[in-house]
């Protein structure tokens, strides 16, 4: 059989649905997305990610905020099809056997982007080889080498032993599935009859790759010490086998020897290292960053390679609440086929925008009492704050100075925060974070309540964006490289207020769709002050916001309106995916 896709998508991640738990944030949000609005639009895609039988992780926190984990229990079967083909990769000489599970997403007019996800948990296995899939970014570099060549190099073969002959395109979403352009390049060989790679097979291979980077600091790209892929030579064996025969500007990329510091050192600390975007970018002939910003820090970081930038979004249908999608399908007919219409809102009379926010707002709150007991009120303005917990998104920057928030909420006017996000497991960093903003919850009891939410996932993400008033995001600029929550909060007419860094550097226009902290960093200065930041957070609450939701309802509904219509009909991924198909596809 024969399929007529003709763009092959990688992801290590991607979120499909809440049950699937396949995801671990922003990333595969994305690619999740991405394939939807792909279907929508008849984009002929298929995409590859691994299976995560044990998910990322379920997250249990205490009455204190710390984090434990559990696998996260799924039924494979109940979601995915069994495919018949299987085929091997080679880890350390074993054979490893793989099988691909099918998922499709179907787009507004039934269109299906299949999606398939790579599984070792094969009884022919070695134990330790059935595990491979089992856990998200669970284990050490080995195992993540592992999981990364059964992704690039496993996902190419299964897509050809389906039968996918015709792709012309792979587009890796992040360095993760760089190992596909070994396959790609090990296919040119055989198919050209050769026993070495050369500048032949290298342009056959770049025509047809295409690299979406998303981190803007180095220390977030994958590489691994030479030592550890050298184990692994048997799927690499033309390059290795024949190094000094490769293209001399290509080997000194993939491979960064010792001589190569001059060029990227914090990128090659230890010398003798494998780094998946030197791969990526080298075997690419397009490639790109998640926001113009990001485009940016980018081309500094890698100043040799034309780098462009697409903007991300969200999935228009996916990320608005029901009453919301009610409110839409009754005033703007089409919106789901055509998000740009989305700025037909403005036609919406302020009160039918206002009650049908109050309902997502009620469904919220009735969660988060449910929960925690928080007992917050429908007419106390509600900030949301939920993201994976890392150190530079500054998930208690509102907590610098507790005393000025409570005569805040006691002056100006009452205020209630709901937060939630995961902790990477050994991320004990994050873990405190979580600890402090429990901490804070308590120091500010009664005069603000503070809910934490425990398992932060795409259908939590949905209730939070949705049924706060405000957004906020607090990143450390340039740490943001897009960021989407504050997209999906627009779409719902839920105005951000944020730093200026990754996305809202394009989507904050001043009082129109949301708020900004602080002022945009210049190149090369990473260097930020939290406590201008959160002096600057506290007089946007003080002066601007909090008056206006209680005593301007009509200004506050300005930017209610404005991020529906101006950020709403524009952030979504739709415009992302049409811009891939033009810019990159074509
Ligand atoms: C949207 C989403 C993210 C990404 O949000 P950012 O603003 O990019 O940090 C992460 N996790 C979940 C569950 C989400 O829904």
């Known amino acids: 059989m024969t399929h007529n896709h003709f763009i ?59 984090q434990t ?24 000489g074993r ?64 897509l050809r032993a389906l039968g996918y002959r015709q792709v012309n395109r792979f587009h890796m979403n992040e360095g993760h599935a ?21 500048q032949k097979e290298i342009e ?72 998946m975007t030197y791969l990526a970018l080298n075997l690419s002939n397009y490639v790109n960053g998640v926001a113009k910003k ?55 009379p302020a009160a039918e925008l206002w009650d049908t926010h109050q309902k997502a707002k009620q469904e919220l709150l009735s969660y988060v009492n449910h929960q925690t007991n928080a007992g917050m009120d429908k007419d106390v303005l509600t900030l949301g704050f939920a993201r994976r917990v890392a150190t530079y998104k500054r998930a208690d920057l509102l907590f610098s100075d507790l005393e000025r928030l409570r005569r805040l909420a006691r002056e100006v006017g009452p205020l209630q925060l709901i937060y939630a996000g995961k902790a990477h497991p050994r991320d004990t960093h994050g873990k405190d974070l979580i600890r402090r903003i429990f901490q804070a919850g308590q120091a500010l009891s009664p005069d603000i309540k503070v809910a934490y939410l425990a398992n932060y996932d795409t259908w939590l993400g949905r209730l939070l964006t949705g049924g706060v008033d405000v957004w906020l995001n607090t990143p450390q600029p340039p740490n943001e490289a897009s960021g989407t929550s504050g997209m999906k909060a627009a779409m719902n007419g839920v105005p951000s207020l944020s730093s200026l860094d990754g996305w809202w550097l394009e989507g904050c226009i001043e009082n129109f769709t949301g ?49 529906i219509a101006i950020n709403g009909s524009f952030f979504n991924t739709q415009r992302m995916v049409q811009q891939y198909v033009v810019k990159a596809y074509l």
Request: net charge negative; with cysteine.
């Open 8 to 66: 092959a998508y990688f992801s290590m991640e991607i979120a499909l649905e809440p049950d699937i738990p396949t995801y671990s944030g922003g990333l595969g949000v994305l690619a999740g997305d991405t394939i939807r609005s792909a279907a929508d639009l008849k984009v002929p895609l298929v995409a590859f990610s691994l299976l995560h039988r044990k998910g990322y992780f379920y997250q249990h926190l205490d009455p204190r905020g710390n």
């Open 69 to 92: 984990e559990e696998p996260v229990v799924w039924a494979v079967n109940d979601f995915l099809t069994e495919m018949e083909p299987r085929v091997q990769v080679i880890i350390e």
């Open 95 to 158: 054979e490893v056997l793989l099988r691909a599970w099918k998922y499709e997403v179907k787009g507004v007019s039934g269109f299906v982007v299949p999606v398939y996800l790579v599984d070792t948990d094969l009884p022919e296995n070695s134990d330790w080889d059935r595990r491979l899939t089992d856990h998200l970014y669970g284990g050490d570099d080995w195992y993540r080498l592992c999981q990364e060549i059964v992704l690039g190099i496993g996902g190419v073969r299964l």
């Open 178 to 198: 760089a190992f596909l352009t070994i396959e790609l390049l090990n296919e040119e060989v055989e198919k050209n009859g050769k026993s070495v790679i050369g």
């Open 204 to 275: 056959a291979v770049r025509e047809k790759c295409i690299f979406t980077t998303h981190t803007p600091v180095p220390a977030g790209h994958d590489q691994f010490p030479l030592e550890l892929v050298e184990k692994m030579t048997d799927n690499l064996q033309y390059v290795m086998d024949h190094q000094d025969m490769f293209a001399v500007d290509v080997q000194q990329h993939i491979f960064q020897y010792k001589g190569d510091f001059v060029r990227m050192p914090e990128l090659a600390p230890q010398g003798v290292r494998l780094n």
């Open 294 to 348: 990001h485009g940016e820090v980018s081309r500094l970081m890698f100043a040799d390679y034309p780098i462009d930038a697409i903007t991300n979004g969200v999935h228009a249908a996916t990320w608005t609440t029901e009453p919301m999608q009610v409110l839409f399908d009754r005033h703007i007919p089409g919106w789901r086929e055509d998000n740009f219409s989305l700025r037909y809102v403005l036609n919406i």
């Open 515 to 563: 708020w900004s902290i602080g002022s945009p960093v210049v190149h090369g200065t990473e260097r930020h002050d939290c406590a201008e930041d959160a002096d600057c957070l506290y007089t946007k609450l003080e002066k601007i916001i909090v008056p206006r939701y209680y005593q301007d309802r009509e200004g506050f509904l300005q930017a209610m309106y404005g991020a």
